[in-house]
């Protein structure tokens, strides 16, 4: 069975500081995703990393996979408050129904 | 382009009683999924389905059946509604091949079983 863990799962910054979210994964899987979600809304996606060593960057976000960690890591860049949020990583385990584990989310509030 | 829309947005049901949520995408997908989002756990995965005729269960199948009767719908019924059943549910969709791999989420059903 697939475990996704993220840390930490709730996060309070201040503007303008830098910051990492940490997602582990418990099997072997080379895609992993990250989503956001604001609150009441849906989930809209935000990276896509399908290989070892995969690094993506949108703006202040940028996100690495590392396949033989088991780990991928958001890092946050000069937070700014649009980025308030809670974002969740997933991880495919089933490539044949496309299936994903999503791990439990970390919200993250960033404060003037 | 709608993407994916879900239906109705909200819903109060009474402990016992049936309902369906309609999912619908025009993105020509092949793979669609039912979740059930619980604060502090995340996505769970009720059924999922690869294609149009075929469903399989997910993590939490229990009180819940889907069909895939088009290509384009994936229907979830609660068939005698549970307290615990009380829930946000996501529709997603996803192509089954391509540079693209992510799921496209519609924007949820609020339901509460009283």
């Known amino acids: 069975e697939l475990k996704v863990e993220q840390n930490p799962l709730f996060l309070s910054m201040q503007e303008g500081k830098n910051y990492t979210i940490y997602c582990n994964y418990s099997t072997t899987s080379d895609r992993l995703y990250w989503y956001r979600q604001d609150p009441g809304k849906s989930l809209e996606s935000l990276f896509v990393l399908l290989s070892n060593g995969a690094v993506k960057q949108e703006g202040r976000l940028m996100a690495s996979l590392d396949t033989k960690a088991r780990l991928s890591t958001l890092h946050i860049t000069a937070a700014v408050h649009d980025l308030s949020a809670t974002y969740f990583c997933a991880v495919d385990y089933n490539t044949n129904a496309g299936k994903s584990t999503f791990g439990d989310g970390t919200t993250l509030t960033v404060k003037p | 382009n709608a993407g994916v829309t879900q239906t109705p947005k909200f819903r109060v049901l009474k402990t016992g009683q049936s309902m369906t949520l309609l999912c619908a995408q025009d993105m020509n997908h092949e793979y669609m999924y039912w979740y059930r989002q619980d604060p502090g756990m995340g996505l769970r995965l009720i059924h999922y389905?690869?294609?149009?005729?075929?469903?399989a269960k997910g993590e939490v199948p229990d009180g819940y059946n889907v069909s895939r009767l088009k290509k384009q719908n994936f229907l979830l019924g609660l068939e005698s509604a549970a307290p615990s059943q009380t829930s946000v549910y996501f529709c997603?969709?996803?192509?089954?091949?391509?540079?693209?791999?992510?799921?496209?989420f519609g924007p949820g059903t609020r339901l509460t079983v009283t």
């Open positions: 389905s690869v294609g149009e005729g075929t469903t």
């Open positions: 997603a969709s996803r192509p089954s091949g391509g540079v693209s791999y992510e799921q496209y």
